[in-house]
């Protein structure tokens, strides 16, 4: 795994990623816990080496690195274009999100519908991620429920243009639970 510019070597487990995930297994083998408490002992934010922030992790016909929809795209991460981010503002409804330049709308209406059901978005959407005291630039998602669910990991670098988020964002400029669930998926 790599957190920042260093090399960090952990042994990956399969553990029970929180409240009602049982059967729930690692992608690709990175353990959110592991990861975190390495950044942690290295005080270094992570660098998901599995989904590289930059023109790829776009990966879309109008968006490719040499189209001009791409131009001027920038990788940063919410505290380096947002003064104070949260990961989750009040609470999370799906009348809060808006759509980008991605044109998703299957995803907002997925998501939406998922916060409508408390106990599936408390699966979907771990609780206790932050921005605060411990942030490490890793996050965990399990977007996906079949044939088990599987537990996403990835940094928080998103793709700006002229200091707004390009894609999915919230009404609330500052709440970023979203996005990042979003790439999650997008991994």
């Known amino acids: 795994m790599t957190c920042g510019s260093k090399r960090i070597t952990i042994q990956l487990v399969n553990q ?10 690692p992608s690709r083998g990175q ?6 408490a390495a950044c942690l002992d ?11 922030a930059g023109p790829d992790a776009l990966r879309y016909d109008e968006l490719g690195p040499d189209l001009e929809k791409a131009k001027g795209v920038e990788w940063k991460r919410p ?6 981010p949260q990961f989750i503002c009040e609470d999370m409804s799906g009348t ?4 980008g330049s991605l044109g998703n709308s299957w995803f907002l209406a997925a998501t939406a519908s998922i916060t409508l059901y408390p106990r599936l978005l408390s ?12 942030y ?11 044939p088990c669910w599987v537990d996403v990991v990835v940094d928080d670098r998103l793709p700006v243009r002229e200091g707004k988020l390009m894609f ?5 400029r500052n709440e970023f639970w979203d996005p990042l669930l979003e790439k999650a998926y997008a991994k």
């Open 31 to 36: 353990n959110y816990k592991a990861i975190r």
């Open 42 to 52: 290295e005080g270094i934010l992570f660098r998901d080496p599995y989904f590289p």
């Open 79 to 84: 505290h380096e274009f947002c003064a104070k």
């Open 123 to 134: 699966q979907v959407v771990s609780p206790g991620q932050g921005f605060q005291d411990g």
């Open 16 to 25: 029970e990623a929180g409240p009602g995930t049982k059967g729930t297994k």
């Open 96 to 99: 809060d999100m808006c759509q």
């Open 136 to 146: 490490t630039g890793v996050f965990r998602f399990q977007p996906r429920p079949l």
């Open 168 to 172: 999915v964002c919230s009404d609330q």
